[in-house]
């Protein structure tokens, strides 16, 4: 049975980074996509970036792409995502989402990161 | 970037009623294997989004079957039969063709 199980909330200042985690259970986390998506308080859904299994690499939106690292660890089958020069605007709940067997069918539960001096 | 959109924004729905919500992307999603990569989630309050619907028209495991999914290319529709409360909450669309991925802004469906 697949689940993702995310770390928890995270308070940070403006300008530090976050790292967000998300373990992985029932496959190996290379062996399928890992994408993170966010949403910030009301508003919709935006994806972040992911891990594309089949070219073995990680592909960002371009408006993260200078401050956002996904990386997997097989050890702990565990995926990361680090967020650097952090914002106001960055403040949202944090998803990572898998394709086990369709498109995003899990999801973590989230995560909340709040940005605030 | 392809962008999504959705109409209407907020619908209102009497239980027991038909609920239609339309997704429209700028370029076609038409993928070369002949499937439109078009997919629906539902969001319930507090919740993580879930996968509803993929590939336009094709159910996510445990998905009523009240709910359905139509349209190709640019035009696509998610369909909720006869609604009931626990369908309450955000449904989004999402291209999956071409990234970066991108979603819809959402339709909030409440009961009247």
């Known amino acids: 049975q697949v689940r993702l199980t995310q770390s928890g909330a995270e308070v940070k200042r403006p300008g530090a980074s976050v790292r967000v985690s998300c373990k992985v259970s029932?496959?190996?986390?290379?062996?399928?996509?890992i994408h993170w998506v966010r949403q910030s308080p009301g508003k919709g859904l935006e994806w972040i970036g992911g891990?594309?299994?089949?070219?073995?690499?990680?592909i960002y939106t371009q408006k993260f792409q200078d401050r956002v690292i996904l990386t997997e660890d097989t050890s702990t089958n565990t995926a990361y995502m680090e967020l650097r020069s952090l914002t106001s605007e960055d403040t949202a709940v944090y998803y990572c989402?898998?394709?086990?067997?369709?498109?995003?069918?899990?999801w973590g539960q989230g995560t909340l990161v709040t940005v605030s001096s | 970037d392809i962008v999504m959109t959705q109409s209407p924004l907020s619908l209102p729905v009497t239980p027991g009623e038909a609920a239609t919500i339309s997704c429209n992307s700028s370029?076609?999603?038409?993928?070369?294997?002949?499937?439109?990569?078009l997919h629906w989630f539902q969001q319930k309050p507090g919740q993580s989004p879930q996968l509803l619907m993929y590939?336009?028209?094709n159910r996510a495991s445990g998905v009523p079957d009240r709910f359905s999914g139509s349209g190709s290319g640019t035009d696509f529709t998610l369909k909720i039969s006869r609604v009931e409360a626990e369908d309450v909450g955000l449904y989004y669309c999402?291209?999956?063709?071409?990234?970066?991925?991108?979603f819809g802004p959402g339709t909030r469906v409440d009961i009247k």
């Open positions: 029932g496959y190996t986390v290379t062996d399928s996509s």
């Open positions: 590939l336009a028209s």
């Open positions: 989402a898998t394709d086990a067997t369709a498109p995003f069918d899990h």
């Open positions: 891990y594309d299994p089949e070219d073995r690499e990680r």
């Open positions: 999402m291209q999956g063709l071409q990234t970066p991925l991108t």
């Open positions: 370029q076609s999603l038409l993928h070369g294997t002949g499937f439109s990569f």
